[in-house]
């Protein structure tokens, strides 16, 4: 039946199919593209460094007054802290979000609050680092009694904060997709609200609600402009939440204005670059797979 | 992405490339980039200039002075800020793309070192500073001063300053505990609001207009073996390079300017009694005899 209709489609709509098609293989090849441009930019990195000294190697210094020395450790446990933080801080905040705006909100209430959410994913991330460097940073130093507020854990509330309307909204939208028929089965055998939320809704959305954080985790990992404006960039690997730290990120975005282009250094942080593409290419894999086991 | 925003990118790159060339060819324009302690200096010059000289553009941005260095080398800039000499690696590079490097002496710095105005230490030795920078005293106590801990501050490794205070001073690498700031002023605020820190900026950061230390913070008095302890506020002491860390801070062009180009004009104003004029209002000092004599042997070569 369907191939039938496809066969009796007017050309315009034969152009149409062919450039969406055109348009889907050219993102592909980008993709493509962009990792072989990154994996081959990083493979002369390897010609002057081992690669057990950069998976395993805890010291970044490539400028050193000594010996150059290249172990990602340090930079990988800051992009790590920094994470764990945003999405402990970001997780929660935005699945609460979700379930009182799919849940309990009245219809007008979550017609005005759920575009005001995703409005907070318009701020540039240049700007919630200024409101950090000026604002917050002090507050959590006074908080804390510490001397300088920025560190991972400012770092890691801020970045959450850009990544909670993505998590509020990908979840409120796995909430609302869940069959009205389960509610009112679980209210008509007498279970309350609430339990009809825990018991029911949340078992129901959560392909849903993992994907949400996944796609939100993938938002944190890849943020730069706030950690490099308020982690506090020390290469010493964070021994607390109120160290400061310096995630891959902000690593490449400082070194690679100083560096000439073809030098080991440069090519080094292309070797940085591919880190970070595999790491949120992993998290977006993991999201795309609950998504897809969610509509199965 | 969607599809528009995609193409919406394309022109970029476009555009960035005109820009570049507008910089380097169009002789009314001059660009001017790098060293972070120079750009405030730099832009109060250009901004003198421009007031007699209206057909000139200036355009004067910060970044560092590895960063003003390397765009130099990428032919993207008139005119290079350092405050550091260009390295041995820096000048084989410029030889091998055909860059005829010349050096311009802009004015003398005395590093600052900087505390908190409650930390009671005023003096401190070269070695001490090493010790502390490179992190082997990590507590005032070991220095002779409170039971608490030292908070390093200090800049990126795309500035000269952070190049030139590890190579004169630390002799050695930071402690990777040092905070890496974006700024001179970005650790002049951190040291005012942190008992326990300690930083190093250009002395245009510590003076103000009359010449005493700024509100919040101190400038502590630095010794060499067997010397009197010298302030990086003391004129003479800079200039006569007593005080241990005064250093000349540069300017860098990828060749000699042609007769009656901006970046000559701009040389010669630098160079003159009006322009170390601003240079003291800056913060910083003027040039010596000795900068003057090597200036001029550049002017000399233009034809």
New interface residues.
């Given amino acids: 039946m369907l191939k039938r209709i496809r066969q009796r489609l007017p050309l315009s709509e034969h152009i149409v199919q062919w450039c969406l098609m055109c348009t889907a293989f050219l993102t592909v090849l980008l993709l493509i593209g962009i990792f072989l441009f990154l994996f081959l930019s990083s493979l002369r990195a390897f010609r002057e460094i081992t690669p057990s000294e950069f998976l395993l190697g805890n010291s970044w210094n490539p400028v050193s007054y000594h010996r150059a020395s290249w172990g990602i450790g340090s930079l990988l446990q800051g992009t790590l802290l920094v994470s764990t933080t945003a999405l402990l801080f970001a997780a929660p905040l935005g699945l609460f979000t979700a379930i009182y705006l799919s849940e309990i909100a009245r219809p007008l209430v979550r017609e005005i609050l759920k575009p005001t959410i995703e409005m907070i994913a318009g701020i540039p991330s240049v700007v919630l680092g200024l409101l950090g460097l000026l604002f917050f940073a002090p507050l959590i130093a006074k908080t804390f009694h510490l001397s300088n507020g920025l560190n991972a854990l400012t770092a890691g509330i801020l970045v959450g904060i850009a990544a909670l309307p993505t998590i509020a909204s990908v979840c409120e939208d796995a909430l609302s997709g869940v069959t009205r028929r389960y509610r009112e089965a679980s209210l008509a055998l007498g279970a309350t609200r609430w339990a009809t939320i825990r018991r029911v809704v949340l078992p129901a959305a959560h392909h849903g609600i993992a994907a949400a954080i996944m796609l939100g985790l993938g938002r944190i990992i890849g943020e730069t402009m706030i950690v490099l404006m308020v982690a506090g960039n020390s290469l010493a690997p964070p021994r607390s939440l109120f160290s400061p730290a310096r995630p891959i990120t902000a690593t490449i975005a400082i070194e690679i204005k100083e560096t000439i282009i073809g030098s080991t250094h440069w090519h080094s942080l292309f070797a940085l670059g591919l880190i970070l593409f595999l790491l949120t290419f992993l998290v977006n894999f993991v999201a795309d797979f609950l998504i897809h086991r969610r509509t199965l | 992405m969607s599809?528009p925003s995609r193409f919406a990118l394309l022109p970029l790159p476009l555009l960035l490339l005109t820009a570049c060339n507008r910089g380097t060819s169009n002789t009314t324009n001059l660009t001017i980039k790098g060293s972070d302690t120079e750009v405030q200096l730099v832009s109060n010059l250009a901004k003198a200039f421009a007031r007699h000289n209206t057909s000139a553009h200036l355009s004067v941005t910060g970044?560092?002075s590895?960063?003003g260095i390397?765009s130099l080398?990428?032919g993207e800039i008139d005119i290079a800020n350092s405050s550091r000499p260009m390295s041995d690696a820096e000048r084989a590079?410029a030889s091998e793309r055909g860059i005829d490097l010349q050096e311009f002496i802009l004015a003398r710095d005395g590093l600052s070192i900087i505390l908190h105005p409650e930390n009671p230490i005023t003096t401190l030795s070269m070695q001490q500073l090493s010790d502390i920078y490179s992190g082997r005293a990590t507590r005032w106590k070991d220095i002779g001063g409170s039971d608490a801990p030292i908070?390093l501050y200090g800049r990126?490794?795309?500035s000269g300053t952070f190049?030139f205070f590890?190579?004169t001073v630390?002799?050695?690498?930071y402690?990777?505990?040092?905070?890496?700031?974006e700024g001179n002023q970005a650790i002049v605020d951190?040291v005012r609001?942190?008992?326990?820190?300690i930083g190093y900026v250009g002395v245009g950061y510590v003076k103000d207009d009359q010449g005493n230390v700024r509100d919040g913070i101190s400038a502590i008095l630095i010794s060499l073996k067997n010397s009197n302890p010298v302030s990086p506020l003391d004129r003479e002491a800079v200039k006569r390079g007593d005080y241990p860390i005064s250093r000349p801070i540069y300017q860098y062009l990828p060749a000699v300017p042609p007769r009656g180009s901006p970046a000559e004009a701009f040389l010669r104003f630098e160079a003159s009694s009006d322009g170390q004029a601003i240079v003291e209002a800056s913060g910083f000092y003027a040039i010596t005899a000795e900068d003057v004599q090597r200036n001029s042997t550049l002017l000399a070569k233009i034809h």
């Fill in positions: 599809m970044g560092g590895a960063t390397a080398l990428n590079q908070v990126q490794s795309t190049g590890r190579d630390v002799k050695d690498d402690a990777q505990t040092m905070r890496n700031m951190a609001a942190d008992a326990n820190g």
